[in-house]
């Protein structure tokens, strides 16, 4: 893994990394339903010193989902102040809604030295290659698009409508799955699993 670093109090220039030290970032990329949640949620109760970054969305929460713990729910305008006092270090439009990585709590854990995951959509993906070219890039990808789509039908959480959007952009995702340093199947959860640590621990 790779160690970049970020300016603590960068809340509005852009997130440039500026030398080698302290903390490391990786993004998990993959298309939505191919079991992103489920690894982190297993790689953080065997590592939990790995730092999970909390996104804002302006997406609804699902049923049992937290503010605060899975996401900060925001309204569309709560959404663009963000944006535009400078306090994400990316964000993108996904299906129909906004989401975003709010920059100062990364600034804060890279300088402690953590280890911080994003789990985040391709275009976020994009933009940190830029910022952060050291990140750790890494890709989870389905057995094939029958299982993604079952995966997505059995979380039961979204309407036929949202569904089909994000089963339309998962073969945009799909097709830039070359983009990223270690590219994962994630059939069996375990296999998945040892081979996510792998990536993220060497
Ligand atoms: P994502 O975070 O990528 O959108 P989730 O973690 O919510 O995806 O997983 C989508 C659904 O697929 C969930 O119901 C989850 O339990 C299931 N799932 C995840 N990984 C596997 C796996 N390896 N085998 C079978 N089902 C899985
Ligand atoms: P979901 O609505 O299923 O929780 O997430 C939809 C997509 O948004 C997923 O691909 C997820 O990785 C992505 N996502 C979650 N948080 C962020 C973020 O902060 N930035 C970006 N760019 N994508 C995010």
């Keep these: 893994m790779v160690s970049v670093s970020i300016s603590p109090d960068s809340a509005t220039d852009s997130a440039t990394p500026t030398s080698v030290v302290s903390g490391q970032l990786v993004v998990l990329a993959g298309p939505s339903g191919v079991g992103k949640g489920t690894l982190l949620q297993q790689l953080r109760q065997k590592h939990p010193e790995l730092q999970l970054s909390i996104s804002a969305t302006t997406r609804q929460p699902r049923a049992g989902e937290v503010h605060g713990q899975h996401y900060y729910f925001k309204s569309r305008e709560q959404f663009q ?9 990316e964000w993108a439009e996904f299906a129909g809604n906004c989401y975003g990585t709010p920059k100062a709590p990364i600034a804060a854990a890279i300088e402690k030295g953590a280890q911080v995951i994003l789990e985040i959509e391709l275009l976020g993906a994009r933009q940190v290659r830029q910022s952060f070219p050291l990140a750790k890039q890494i890709f989870i990808a389905p057995p094939n698009v029958e299982t993604l789509e079952a995966r997505i039908r059995a979380r039961g959480q979204e309407s ?12 945009v995702e799909l097709a830039a799955a070359h983009e990223f340093d270690t590219v994962i199947v994630n059939d ?3 296999t998945a699993l040892s081979e996510l640590e792998t990536a993220i621990f060497g």
């Design 81 to 89: 102040a963000m944006v535009e006092a400078g306090a994400l270090l």
């Design 160 to 171: 036929e409508a949202a569904i089909a959007k994000r089963l339309a952009q998962s073969k």
């Design 188 to 190: 069996s959860l375990a």
